[in-house]
């Protein structure tokens, strides 16, 4: 079965940047895009970009351009967000989730990220 | 962006109706085809589609979540409901990027 299986939870400091991976399971990778969406604590849903495995295209979300580098490894079918300079505000949960004739139909289990000195 | 605006909470009790609100800040349909969708949340994990395209049930979601509307206003009900649907219910458009979520409606019981 489609499983996205996420990296574990990260600690960093402010200023630093994180490197988050998802491996995709259960279907050829290169079939669907992923998408990355940032849920800060007790609050909503954010669309922050997607990658198509394929071609390696992107689209970000204007607000995240400067701050999210998406890229995949097709030999290990594992998408990656790497989110630099990062503030206190950049403290959350980042989930990737595959889109296809549905959309967000796959969610990977999430990673907190949390942002202290 | 596209706002999607929804109420914070709703109050019901099991095995009766809910009805949770959607509405665009513009319309999210082209054609036949209305971009809008709502995915299940409960805490501690990830969030789970339920209906695609406002009225097509995703796969392997009871029969007692429907969806329905168009243009700008959009409707989850769930018929009856039972203590397993408590949850936040977010919609979400894909009509314009960026892809936009609502607040989410936290689901209570009365």
């Known amino acids: 079965q489609v499983k996205l299986l996420q990296s574990g939870a990260a600690l960093v400091k402010p200023g630093d940047s994180v490197k988050m991976s998802c491996k995709a399971s259960?279907?050829?990778?290169?079939?669907?895009?992923i998408h990355w969406v940032k849920q800060s604590h007790g609050k909503s849903l954010e669309w922050i970009g997607y990658i198509n495995p394929y071609s390696g295209g992107t689209n970000y979300n204007e607000k995240f351009k400067s701050k999210a580098t998406l890229t995949v490894d097709k030999s290990s079918s594992t998408a990656y967000m790497e989110f630099s300079r990062l503030t206190s505000e950049d403290s959350a949960i980042y989930y990737c989730a595959r889109a296809g004739l549905t959309p967000f139909g796959y969610w990977g289990q999430g990673v907190m990220v949390t942002v202290s000195s | 962006d596209i706002v999607l605006t929804q109420s914070p909470a709703l109050a019901v009790s099991l095995g009766q109706r809910a009805t949770i609100s959607c509405r665009a800040s513009?319309?999210?349909?082209?054609?036949?085809?209305?971009?809008m969708h709502w995915y299940q949340q409960k805490p501690g994990q990830q969030p789970k589609l339920l209906i695609y395209?406002?009225?097509n049930l995703a796969s392997g979601i009871p029969a007692r979540f429907s969806g329905s509307g168009s243009g700008t206003d959009f409707t989850l009900t769930i018929n009856p409901v039972q203590a397993d649907d408590i949850a936040t219910y977010y919609c979400q458009q894909s009509r314009e990027s960026p892809d936009t979520f609502g607040a989410g409606t936290k689901l209570e019981l009365k």
């Open positions: 395209r406002a009225s």
């Open positions: 259960g279907y050829t990778f290169t079939d669907y895009i």
């Open positions: 513009q319309s999210v349909s082209i054609s036949r085809y209305n971009l």
